[in-house]
């Protein structure tokens, strides 16, 4: 079954590099505090918030859709902003899951378990659910952008 994930991120020893020390919080679970971005409330689709995102950043889109979130974006690199940004645009995201599952013939949590498992990925809590849910639809919709 799918909901067994945790994030197998580094080894230990290399924790301090990436801006955690000894009594830190890991990066991945601290606020942001550098966005510019309004609110994710203000825009009325998470494709809109993209096309923000990537006006006032330029590349944004193709360096997502190129690299991935899993490095770490703006707007998508703490769970406080992928949690916020599942829960504005739950209907949205599950609307797209369920029509891309539908073209692939096989299940939501099929699918997603197949992609968690070849990025090495192993989902234990809803918010590292939301989290990696978010980033696989913000990487599907920037493809989808860049194509049109």
Same mark, same amino acid.
């Given at each position: ?60 889109? /193709? ?6 979130? $899993? ?5 998508? !690199?703490?769970?406080? #902003?992928? @949690? ?40 234990? /809590? ?6 990696? $849910? ?5 990487? !599907?919709?920037?493809? #989808?952008? @860049?194509?049109?």
């Amino acid at each position: 079954m799918f909901i067994n994930h945790k994030v197998n991120c580094m080894p230990m020893s290399q924790s301090s590099q990436y801006g955690v020390g000894d009594n830190e919080e890991p990066l991945w679970k601290r606020k942001s505090t550098s966005s510019k971005m309004k609110p994710v409330r203000s825009y009325s689709t998470f494709e809109k918030w993209l096309k923000e995102m990537d006006k006032e950043n330029e590349g944004y889109l /193709s360096d997502l859709s190129e690299h991935g979130a $899993i490095g770490g974006v703006g707007g998508m !690199t703490y769970y406080s #902003e992928t @949690i916020e940004l599942y829960d504005k645009y739950e209907d949205e995201i599950w609307e797209f899951l369920d029509q891309m599952s539908d073209n692939f013939g096989e299940t939501v949590l099929d699918m997603i378990n197949q992609s968690a498992e070849r990025l090495n990925l192993n989902i234990s /809590s809803s918010g590292e659910f939301k989290n990696f $849910i978010v980033w696989f639809y913000a990487e !599907t919709k920037a493809r #989808e952008i @860049i194509g049109d």
